[in-house]
């Protein structure tokens, strides 16, 4: 054909390349309405352990599916689950689905960090380990861990350890007016009335080094050390306290061990975000004026949730309680 010749050519002159589709690529993604159900258990270095349907007998190792892209999957997370779910050795499911979460536990390294980590999903309680001596404890990472709970939607569950070294008594008046739920344990003792909480429930534990989380894990889940070795996901079990892992209990329900931390920042809640966790509280709070940290005077003269006390609604001490977790959001602290 000579140079001008292809103003002469029509549509029945295109030539098509074989395999070559002339259809666009469909953004619609599988629907996976054969995948499995299963719960999250353990997460090391790119790889998942599930629970298939909570079972913890029959564990599956999987990998993040490609077209879930950078959705975080973290432990106790439902997901869906597709390819090989035997099991068996050197076998590699796919997570497909990662179902709408219940509650979230989440952190930030500090006060001034805009990225949220996700510790834990749909969790119904959370357990604050706090040791009553040796170490000290500490009110304000309390407090924190309580803002975080109320405002991630878990249930919080005070346990106070080494009660054989200092009474519980001075700390238990402390939180008497948030009607917070307390149990007392001692070192030389097993934890009964924490296990009879945690039965058939999905908790996780929190607390920093040295209060004693880790015994009581110990206690709960007698092969815990072998059950970190089985969801490491490589065959290369770690030690408890440098991953997030669900251990599953004699009786039934998960206890889901968490590191222990320096740090607990809150930058992701608000003021309006405790509040809400006060039914008694929360209407009274939409009628303080915009921007209000609802602290009370002099940084807040207008707060209405004085005028509860006032008016006999809520008591003092329970307002003064809900200021300090309030408060406790502008202060955070390092624990070693």
């Given at each position: 054909?000579?140079?001008?010749?292809?103003?002469?050519?029509?549509?029945?002159?295109?030539?098509?390349?074989?395999g070559?589709?002339?259809?666009?690529?469909?953004?619609?993604?599988?629907?996976?309405?054969?995948?499995?159900?299963?719960?999250?258990?353990g997460?090391?270095?790119?790889?998942?352990?599930?629970a298939?349907?909570?079972?913890?007998?029959?564990?599956?190792?999987?990998?993040?599916?490609?077209?879930?892209?950078?959705?975080?999957?973290?432990?106790?997370?439902n997901?869906?689950?597709?390819?090989?779910?035997?099991?068996?050795?050197?076998t590699?499911?796919?997570?497909?689905?990662?179902?709408?979460?219940?509650?979230?536990l989440?952190?930030?390294?500090?006060?001034?960090?805009?990225?949220?980590?996700?510790?834990?999903?749909?969790?119904g309680?959370?357990?604050?380990?706090?040791?009553?001596?040796?170490p000290?404890?500490r009110?304000?990472?309390?407090?924190?861990?309580?803002?975080?709970?109320?405002?991630?939607?878990?249930?919080?569950?005070?346990c106070?350890?080494?009660?054989?070294?200092?009474?519980p008594?001075?700390?238990?008046?402390?939180?008497?007016?948030?009607?917070?739920?307390?149990?007392?344990?001692?070192s030389?003792?097993?934890?009964?009335?924490?296990?009879?909480?945690?039965?058939?429930?999905?908790?996780?534990?929190?607390?920093?080094?040295?209060?004693?989380?880790?015994?009581?894990?110990?206690?709960?889940?007698?092969?815990?050390?072998r059950?970190?070795?089985?969801?490491?996901?490589?065959?290369k079990?770690?030690?408890?306290s440098?991953?997030?892992?669900?251990?599953?209990?004699?009786?039934?329900?998960?206890?889901?061990?968490?590191?222990?931390?320096?740090?607990?920042?809150?930058?992701?809640?608000?003021?309006?975000?405790?509040?809400?966790?006060?039914?008694?509280?929360?209407?009274?709070?939409?009628?303080?004026p915009?921007?209000?940290n609802?602290?009370?005077?002099?940084?807040?003269?207008?707060?209405?949730?004085?005028?509860?006390?006032?008016?006999?609604?809520?008591?003092?001490?329970?307002?003064?309680?809900?200021?300090?977790?309030?408060?406790?959001?502008?202060?955070?602290?390092?624990?070693?």
């Amino acid at each position: 054909m000579t140079r001008g010749d292809w103003r002469r050519l029509d549509e029945s002159d295109v030539r098509v390349r074989p395999g070559k589709g002339t259809r666009p690529r469909s953004k619609r993604r599988p629907e996976h309405a054969d995948a499995v159900p299963a719960m999250v258990v353990g997460v090391d270095r790119g790889r998942w352990t599930c629970a298939m349907d909570g079972d913890p007998n029959r564990l599956v190792i999987a990998m993040r599916a490609r077209e879930l892209g950078r959705t975080p999957v973290v432990v106790g997370d439902n997901v869906g689950l597709v390819g090989d779910t035997s099991g068996q050795p050197d076998t590699l499911a796919r997570i497909v689905r990662v179902d709408e979460r219940r509650s979230v536990l989440r952190r930030t390294a500090d006060d001034n960090d805009p990225f949220e980590r996700v510790v834990v999903a749909n969790a119904g309680q959370l357990v604050i380990v706090s040791a009553l001596a040796d170490p000290q404890p500490r009110r304000g990472f309390i407090d924190r861990c309580l803002v975080a709970a109320y405002a991630g939607g878990l249930e919080p569950l005070l346990c106070l350890t080494k009660s054989d070294l200092a009474p519980p008594d001075e700390l238990l008046a402390a939180y008497a007016e948030l009607s917070l739920p307390v149990v007392v344990t001692r070192s030389d003792e097993y934890p009964e009335e924490l296990r009879a909480r945690l039965v058939n429930r999905l908790s996780a534990l929190i607390g920093h080094s040295g209060v004693g989380k880790s015994t009581l894990v110990n206690k709960l889940v007698p092969d815990a050390h072998r059950a970190v070795g089985v969801v490491s996901g490589v065959g290369k079990g770690r030690h408890t306290s440098t991953q997030t892992v669900a251990l599953p209990l004699p009786e039934g329900g998960w206890a889901v061990d968490t590191p222990g931390i320096r740090s607990f920042g809150l930058a992701h809640i608000t003021p309006d975000d405790i509040v809400g966790s006060f039914p008694d509280m929360k209407a009274m709070a939409e009628e303080c004026p915009p921007g209000c940290n609802h602290q009370g005077p002099p940084d807040d003269p207008d707060c209405m949730l004085d005028e509860l006390v006032r008016t006999g609604e809520a008591s003092p001490g329970r307002l003064e309680s809900l200021r300090r977790l309030l408060e406790s959001r502008s202060k955070l602290e390092e624990y070693d």
